[in-house]
């Protein structure tokens, strides 16, 4: 079973950027799937990106896109979500999730395992 860990929130200015890692302890995130999402503070849990096991096929939250990059390095078992151009609006803790195999990648059902989360706070 693998346990994630995320790091890298923290605090930010509208504008900044900030680089989200989802590291694999107790396992390796070779073959999972990974996807990123957010919960802002009386908010439902929402999809923001996803990538699949081999790292050629990647997903987006419409509104992060062109903003946000989700890449894996396998050798290192890490997943990165790149954040850049943060607005206010993308102010939430963040979570990684893996999945071994599955087909609806912005669906947080369909995800077994989830990390702690990491607080980011974006401020005008």
């Known amino acids: 079973q693998v346990r994630l860990v995320e790091s890298g929130g923290g605090l930010a200015q509208a504008g900044d950027s900030l680089r989200l890692s989802c590291a694999a302890s107790g396992g390796t995130l070779r073959t999972y799937a990974v996807g990123w999402f957010r919960q802002a503070p009386g908010k439902e849990r929402e999809f923001v990106a996803a990538?699949?096991?081999?790292?050629?096929?990647?997903y987006y939250l419409d509104s992060v896109k062109g903003r946000f990059s989700i890449s894996r390095d396998n050798a290192k078992t890490t997943v990165y979500l790149q954040m850049n151009s943060l607005k206010l609006e993308d102010t939430a803790v963040y979570y990684c999730a893996a999945q071994p195999t599955i087909t609806q990648f912005a669906l947080p059902r369909d995800y077994s395992y989830w990390g702690q989360g990491t607080q980011v706070t974006v401020s005008s």
């Open positions: 990538i699949n096991r081999n790292g050629e096929n990647r």
